[in-house]
């Protein structure tokens, strides 16, 4: 058995975007796979055939990562960008033949949808005004970036009709205006619903749904902007009523789940369809094995299919006609993407501490990491469960190090705990390859779910105006716990690490205790008052989740930012950030970093050019590589006494 390193990353398979065909033969979807060398990821296309249970590879060029189906059976997948911000497509049967080149769009396009003549529904990124200029970014609005996108002024997504056999002049119509922006839209004949907002300067909160016809022109707006919170589920029902999600936000402010209701299309009265206390369309399961997307919804036949996560692990629901919603969420499992069709139902998932296989009515029939799996050591999750001094139940996990039963008991081992981000994620038993890498590096390696997590409903997970607080509490005492029932942990060399909401915690607990003897605190967030007017959602994420402004109460936001504490902390810590994740922004790393040296305590700052907040799940292969390099050697370093090696970014 070999034993999972850093590059182990590069040899699994990335199954994802799973999709039927029109008439239902067939089935596409998305493998990729990194590649260092290249520091890229190649994907193609492939299709498993229902009939006879055929998994063959469609493309080999090694660029695709997205598709849609046509109505003539066939696909089309958008290729490198030809020029600037141009998407070209190409088209290919599944039956056989080569792709061959079908027509450009003058933009980076997010959605094609073909319709019953021939034309295409293209929701696309529209830049408005000008051309960029290369040594000024101007900014007249906020927020004015998006993790991901960098800078984003004038930017909406917009709607339009493509008609591929027209004149080159006519082949565009825009159906929405330059300034309004698309969340999501669903189409019924000649109707069109549609979630957004138009805005300048300053984007609103909650969004607007709009009833469009666009043959005739004709809109009505049925739910004024900022009047009242809808998710992201809008669907046709009828021509009369469409179903969505909606917050009145009265109980538990922004943690509130949406709930179903009904909307009459005519008078726009909402009436309730079903109560439910989780997310809708989501998939809130860390890991950092999968790449690539996938439809998390879907109406069909009258039955809204949703992926839902509930407990800690994610999986389908479906909302009858009834009202009732049927949960079909298996144990140790987390849903990437899904299909229906007929009484069929196509998933991409990863079922225990596997990577994501495609699964057809409920059976496997894909095998990409099967060999790979049974070539090297995995350390299997063990359960721990336990009940707080609060009174909550707490979901957590343990992975032994991969030779815990080679070795003497009486031996002492380290150990990390990993806190997950969100904080309205979770943590299960799927695979995560980091954490593996810990066990199989000789670390034990722990992780729960505590207050504030997904899949537990809206009073588990309300933690406003409470960040710092109960949910510091759950991972203390989950420490206690886990340290209690592996007396194999040596207590003296217990680190700490985690990302995003994890990276805030870790920034928090160094700050509170010295019970660990490292941290590595990643896309961190030190400052609220910071945090606000530099991140991409930080313009609604303090009122939502402190109940406050800046301006409004400094002192509170204060209070419960880390940074006021770093001159406690004596915890040896590495801060792992990227100049380009504009979600939690790099002044809050080097803030933290910075007030930790000024006051004497080891720290160190590995600040990666060119990736986002997602360095971590889709950052490119070297860079990945990197982090985990460092990552490791810091822990190494500190709870075994191994030399810091500073060789460690050479490949």
Not at 130 to 142: F, L, Q, T, W
Not at 493 to 504: A, D, L, P, Q
Request: glycine share 10%; proline share 5%; with cysteine.
């Amino acid at each position: 058995m070999e034993k999972i390193t850093i590059k182990s990353l590069f040899e699994l398979h990335f199954v994802s975007s799973p999709g039927f065909s029109p008439d239902g033969s067939m089935i596409a979807f998305i493998v990729q796979q990194g590649n260092y060398q290249a520091n890229s990821y190649a994907g193609d296309l492939w299709i498993f055939e229902p009939d006879s249970g055929q998994v063959r590879r469609l493309t080999r060029r090694g660029d695709v990562k997205s598709y849609f189906w046509t109505n003539k059976n066939t696909l089309l997948f958008p290729a490198k960008k030809k020029t600037g911000n141009e998407t070209a497509f190409y088209e290919i049967d599944p039956a056989g033949g080569e792709a061959l080149a079908a027509f450009t769009l003058p933009f980076p396009v997010g959605k094609l949808e073909q319709m019953e003549d021939g034309r295409y529904l293209v929701l696309a990124r529209w830049q408005n005004g000008g051309p960029k200029s290369e040594n000024c970014e101007v900014i007249e609005e906020a927020p004015f970036w998006s993790n991901g996108q960098s800078f984003t002024y004038g930017i909406r997504s917009r709607l339009f009709l493509f008609d591929p056999a027209s004149e080159e002049k006519k082949r565009l119509l825009p159906l929405t205006g330059e300034w309004f922006d698309i969340s999501t839209y669903r189409r019924r004949g000649d109707m069109l619903l549609i979630s957004g907002m138009e805005w300048r300067e300053h984007r609103y909160n909650w969004n607007e749904v709009r009833l469009y016809n666009w043959k005739t022109g004709d809109m009505r707006i049925l739910i004024e902007k900022d009047s009242i919170r809808t998710g992201d589920t809008l669907e046709f029902l009828s021509d009369e009523e469409a179903l969505i999600t909606v917050s009145d936000n009265k109980r538990y402010g922004w943690s509130q789940y949406p709930e179903f209701y009904n909307l009459n299309l005519k008078t726009a009265k909402l009436t309730p369809v079903a109560s439910w206390e989780y997310a809708v369309g989501v998939n809130s399961v860390n890991s950092d094995a999968k790449l690539g997307g996938g439809r998390l919804d879907k109406m069909t036949g009258g039955t809204y299919w949703f992926v839902s996560t509930i407990g800690d692990e994610s999986g389908l629901c479906r909302l009858k006609t009834d009202g009732t919603v049927e949960q079909m969420v298996e144990f140790g499992c987390a849903v990437d993407g899904f299909d229906v069709y007929g009484d069929h139902v196509v998933e991409c998932k990863m079922s225990g501490p596997a990577p994501a296989e495609l699964y057809y009515d409920g059976k496997q029939v894909t095998d990409f990491n099967g060999k790979w799996l049974k070539n090297h050591r995995l350390s299997i999750p063990e359960p721990v469960c336990y009940t707080g001094t609060d009174g909550v139940e707490i979901h957590g996990w343990v992975l032994p190090p991969t030779d815990v039963a080679e070795r003497d008991p009486l031996r002492r081992y380290p150990a990390i705990l990993h806190i997950h981000g969100g904080p309205r994620t979770v943590f299960g038993p799927v695979y995560h390859h980091e954490m593996q890498l810990w066990a199989n590096a000789g670390y034990f390696v722990f992780f729960c779910n505590p207050r504030g997590s997904d899949g537990r409903g809206n009073e588990f997970g309300d933690i406003r105006e409470k960040y710092g607080t109960v949910e510091y509490q759950n991972l203390m005492e989950f420490t206690d716990e886990v340290l209690r029932r592996y007396p194999m942990i040596d207590q003296t060399r217990v680190g700490v690490t985690g990302g995003s909401y994890g990276g805030f915690m870790t920034n928090w607990i160094i700050g509170h205790t010295n019970r660990f003897a490292a941290a590595v605190s990643q896309r961190s967030i030190s400052s609220w008052l910071t945090m606000e007017y530099t991140s991409d959602i930080g313009y609604i994420f303090n009122k939502r989740h402190h109940n406050t402004y800046t301006r409004e109460n400094p002192e509170k936001l204060w209070d419960c930012s880390p940074l006021k504490y770093a001159d406690r902390c004596v915890t040896p810590t590495l801060f792992i950030h990227a100049d380009e994740d504009m979600r939690c922004w790099m002044v809050e790393g080097l803030s933290m970093f910075s007030a930790l040296k000024l006051h004497g305590c080891p720290a160190r700052m590995c600040l990666f050019h060119g990736e986002s907040h997602e360095l971590s799940r889709s950052g490119k292969p070297r860079n990945r590589s990197r982090r985990m390099k460092e990552i490791l050697k810091w822990m190494n370093h500190y709870l075994k006494g191994e030399e810091f090696d500073e060789e460690t970014g050479k490949d």
